[in-house]
């Protein structure tokens, strides 16, 4: 079963994602900041990272450095309510796979 990791601050959003993923029989991981996605990433495998650009601690444009700093590779789509087009461009320019708004 593909593994998806969700990296947002906001739960509801987290839990509106696992529920969506799941229902399409993902199996979904959550982290609640950055840091704690990075964590996660480095124990497990994932197929897919959705990741949030807005959040305290580390942002998604931090998360997608220190994944390509520790050599993970795994696909990155950065998720946002609040992006830019600046923001789009510089998170593709870092190695995000996509940006959704």
């Not at 990791?5 to 229902?23: M, N, Q, S, T």
């Not at 990741?51 to 990155?76: A, H, N, S, Y």
């Amino acid at each position: 079963m593909p593994k998806i990791l969700v990296i947002d601050d906001e739960a509801a959003i987290r839990g509106a994602l696992k529920e969506i993923l799941e229902y399409e029989s993902f199996e979904v991981a959550e982290a609640e900041d950055g840091i704690v996605g990075i964590k996660l990433a480095e124990k497990e495998n994932f197929d897919l990272i959705f990741c949030d650009i807005k959040m305290p601690k580390m942002d998604g444009i931090e998360v997608l450095e220190k994944l390509k700093e520790k050599g993970i590779e795994t696909p990155v789509v950065i998720i946002t309510g609040h992006g830019t087009v600046e923001t789009a461009v510089e998170a593709l320019k870092k190695g995000a796979y996509d940006f959704i708004q």
